[in-house]
């Protein structure tokens, strides 16, 4: 259906721009026999443009997550892309803006999720991609700008829009029975977490290497190289520890404290947060903004930490089972994993629904799972969680649903956010019908078959 289609090709644009960035990167490097790079612009919006290897790498990308290959998909990505860049025109044109701060901050997030993804040391993605770390996040900086813009308008157009159960029914009424999707095997998967908290004689360590690590610096070895060597920050390798400029708010209250303490270039004696042990340079302030790096050793959890972390879940595991405590409550009350927390501790789709495909989570919970019976409470089990931190959790294992195809008793969530998106679709339509008539729009005619402009 053309409606499971156009809310499939969002969600794609929406949640993939990583590894779409990266694709882009590297199609934009393939070149023909006599050595020139292969590319053209296929739209042009304004001064915004979409060139072939965007649609095509988006494509590739789109198929590789088990999409149709079809021209009308192609058509309704290559549609997306052009509609992003009308988005992006016309918020020059209503002077909608994204501050930098919010751009800088999410091209870090999304550097640190490109070498982290890519297992890649940055010498090796700089040789793969034939750029170094600098340029690719110059271009990704740009994509996420217009992201980010696009986004705004996005929201903007369709703030107001509302999705009734009525709606929802007629929705899922108007899809054929034979064009239903079929799902997979889903499962209601709970869990409480409690992270391992380091005895104060690990802290006391990690305090002591770190003071050496400063005394270094302070006798004129590099902040960065030694942030590259020792720190614990996942994100090190894409920044040497510099943080970039953030404001008030944007870091947890002992970072931020620490940050306004100091004056520019002095470096911290070691301090605790959430995250563990850090020192910190103050590179520069600006009123509420300020720039720093930091080293952040998380110490190492004995044997006796991740007893205690054990022992408090097993207690709280009994509690459950002899029903004095409801496992949702525990949940929201005693985890540590905020991701769940705020859901009574359940696995979510990406719509928000507590079904969950086998095919889509951890692959260490479908473990667990495996040895447990519908109904059960695992035990303490210890784990890292995706941040790097030890952590111990119980698993409850609600319920499990059989393969089927799509109805509203099973999937009322899906189908909601399906319809939803539907409704968003045609509100966006009319937009981009309306709109264009302010901005150049030039489509290459070999596209024609598309339609797009009809």
Known sequence: MKMLLNERISRFLTVSIVSLSMAIAAHAQEKDKTGFVVDKI??????????????????????AE???????????????????????????????????????????QRMNAILQNSGNSPEELERRYGKSLEQIRVELRDQIREQLLA?????????????????????????PKDSLPFY????????????????????????RRLSEIRDRILSGEDFNTLAEKYSE?????????????????????????????LRKGEISQP?????????????????????????????????EDVK???????????????????????????????????????????????????????????????TMK??????????????????????????KIPPHQANLKDDWHRIQSAALAEKKDKVIGKWFNKSRQDVFINIDPSYNYCKILE
């Open 151 to 175: 986004r705004e308008m996005t929201g903007r157009i369709t703030k107001d829009i509302k999705i009734t159960p009525a709606e929802v029914k007629r929705f899922f009424n108007k899809i």
């Open 374 to 399: 519908v109904g059960q409470i695992s035990k303490p089990l210890t784990y890292r969680t995706e941040d790097g931190k030890d952590a111990v959790r119980v698993l409850y294992f609600k319920a």
């Open 184 to 207: 997979s095997s889903d499962v209601e998967i709970g869990q409480i977490v409690k992270n391992v908290k380091i005895s104060n004689s690990q802290k006391e360590e990690a305090k």
């Open 233 to 261: 920050d996942p994100s090190v390798k894409a920044n040497g520890g510099e943080m970039g400029f953030v404001g008030r708010g944007q870091m947890v209250p002992q970072f931020e404290a620490m940050a306004f303490k």
């Open 66 to 108: 088990g999409n149709p290959n079809s021209d009308e998909s192609k058509c309704q990505l290559f549609n997306r892309l052009i509609m992003n860049k009308l988005m992006v025109a016309k918020a020059e044109i209503d002077s909608v803006i994204v501050t930098d701060l919010e751009v800088d901050q999410n091209t870090t």
């Open 271 to 303: 301090f605790e947060t959430s995250f563990g042990i850090h020192i910190m340079q103050l590179i520069d302030r600006r009123g509420n903004e300020y720039n720093s790096r930091h080293i952040l050793l998380q110490g190492i959890p004995s044997s």
């Open 42 to 63: 296929i739209a042009k919006v304004d001064n915004y443009i979409v060139i072939k290897s965007e649609l095509e790498s988006a494509y590739q990308a789109y198929l």
């Open 308 to 370: 205690r972390a054990e022992n408090y879940l097993d207690s709280l595991r009994t509690r459950i089972l002899s029903d004095s405590i409801k496992f949702e409550y525990a949940a929201k009350e005693y985890s540590d994993d905020m991701g769940t927390k705020g859901h009574g501790g359940y696995f979510t789709d990406p719509d928000g629904g507590i079904h969950v495909s086998l095919r889509e989570i951890d692959p260490v919970v479908y473990l667990a799972l495996d």
